[in-house]
Structure formats: C-alpha cells, structure tokens
C-alpha cells in the first residue's frame, strides 16, 4: 500500500539538529530535480524579498517565510513526520501511534511537495514554504515541473499493491496514474451527509475533509491494513466503522472513487 498525502502549507518551527543532506532523502531518482528547486527557490529568497514574496504568494503577515527560505541549506533539519503540521497530520497523530503502526507509515506514507517533489516522512528535510502552485522565474510552474521526474520514479515505487491517494487538486498535478497503476488506485471524497425536511442532502467537505482524511490513515495504519485494492479498501474502511460507497470505474486505465460519508464535522 502507497498512500499519497498532501503536505500542510504550515511547517513546524524550531529544534536543532544537523542541516539537510540532500542525497539521503528517499526517491533519490528525484535528486536532480530538487536540486534545481533548491537553488533557484534559496536564490529567489536571498535576493529581493518583496519579488520573492510576490512569487511564493506570501501575505505580509508571512513575510518571514522568504528568509527562512535563504538559510534552507543551513536550516536545521528534523523528520518530515515532525515538520508537517496542520489539520491533516493532527488527526493523523503520527507521534502517537505505536511501534508497529509507526514502522507502516514509513514505508505506506509519502508526501508530495513542491521543494522536494515527495518524500517520506522519516525522511530528514528544513522547514520549508514553496506550495506546488509556485511558478519559479526560471523553472516555472511547479507542478508541471514535477511530471517528468514523478513519472520516472512513481512506477516502480507504487509496485503491486494499493495507490490511495489523498492529494488535493495542486499537488496531484504533479503525478497521475496511469494505465494498471490507475487500475488500483483510489481517490478518496469526503461527503458530509445531512436530513433535510426528511430527505438526505449531501455535500463535499471542505476544511474537514482533511481531518477525515487523518483519521481515516490514523486507522488504517493502527489496525496494521495494507489492502491490495481498492475494493479490498473499501471492505477494510467499513470494518473499520467507516461508510464508504464506491463504484469500480466503467473504464479501464481509471481511478477508483472512494467516497466516505460523514455526518458530523470534526
């Protein structure tokens, strides 16, 4: 089992530890590609702040981000499980989950990223702000930017077995999957379920969907599940007191849609 996150925008702050060693980071079929992220990204930032601001998106209250960008070589670097925060990684409480559950993570879990391209989250890095929406000056757009290198490495790295794929819209720009890939990967919606006038209204979950999206990983990997399929997904979820509706594409070369249906926000 693969499961693709998002990162959160947020990075934790702080700590000490050595700097980032670039050529030990997970997928080191990717080493290139970061590194030209890395320079210009550490480039633009040591540079004209406000030109850098502009370009990352930052609001004025952000403005910090841009030099912390200029010391990411020197930066002190912790595991990617630390750094990432947010309502996402909240519910999924990596740092509390037992040894086992722990040990799953590091080999299921991988985070895309703009800077990186992914990583895992045992994987040491700085903390970073470059969202995959960035367009650099001279690399461009950071999601297309991705596709050639992602799609070298993501192949192999997908294997047999499950793709579950929890990426919101900008970062899966970066890697789609393909052919038998797309075949046993499954794309997850959050549905919040509500009666209204005794007939059920639905809708999609915005800012909670990523907390069911935590909570849904947090179980998987603490009941020790790695299904096979998406089907093999969908009876593993509703073991686990999940409602789930999915429906195998009409298509083949297509992703499953993996709908979980909530009726509380939380």
């Not at 030209?36 to 550490?42: G, I, K, M, T, W």
């Not at 992914?118 to 960035?134: E, H, K, N, Q």
Request: aromatic share 4%; with cysteine.
């Amino acid at each position: 089992m693969l499961v693709l996150l998002p990162p959160s925008e947020g990075k934790a702050v702080g700590g000490s530890g050595a700097p980032l060693k670039a050529g030990e980071l997970s997928l080191p079929g990717l080493s290139a590609a970061r590194a030209s992220v890395l320079d210009e990204l550490v480039s633009l930032c040591s540079g004209d702040e406000e030109k850098a601001r502009e370009v990352l998106g930052l609001s004025e209250g952000l403005r910090g981000e841009v030099a912390k960008n200029a010391e990411l070589r020197t930066a002190p670097a912790r595991r990617a499980a630390e750094i990432y925060t947010g309502v996402l990684y909240d519910a999924l409480g990596l740092a509390s989950l037992d040894a086992p559950a722990r040990e799953l993570a590091g080999r299921a879990l991988l985070v895309f990223s703009g800077l990186w391209g992914a990583v895992r989250i045992d994987d040491r890095i700085p903390s970073y702000r470059c969202s995959m929406g960035v367009k650099l000056p001279g690399l461009g757009a950071l999601g297309p930017y991705w596709r050639e290198p992602m799609a070298e490495v993501m192949p192999e790295l997908a294997g047999d077995g499950l793709v579950l794929d929890l990426r919101s819209a900008a970062y899966a720009t970066a890697w789609k999957p393909k052919g038998e890939v797309a075949e046993r990967t499954a794309t997850v919606r959050v549905l919040h379920s509500r009666v209204v006038d005794g007939v059920e209204k639905r809708s999609v979950v915005s800012h909670f969907n990523k907390a069911t999206k935590g909570r849904l990983v947090r179980d998987l990997l603490a009941a020790g599940a790695e299904p096979e399929s998406p089907a093999a997904l969908v009876d593993v979820l509703r073991g686990l007191g999940h409602m789930v509706e999915a429906q195998q594409p009409a298509k083949s070369g297509r992703a499953w849609q993996v709908d979980v249906v909530v009726t509380e926000l939380h």
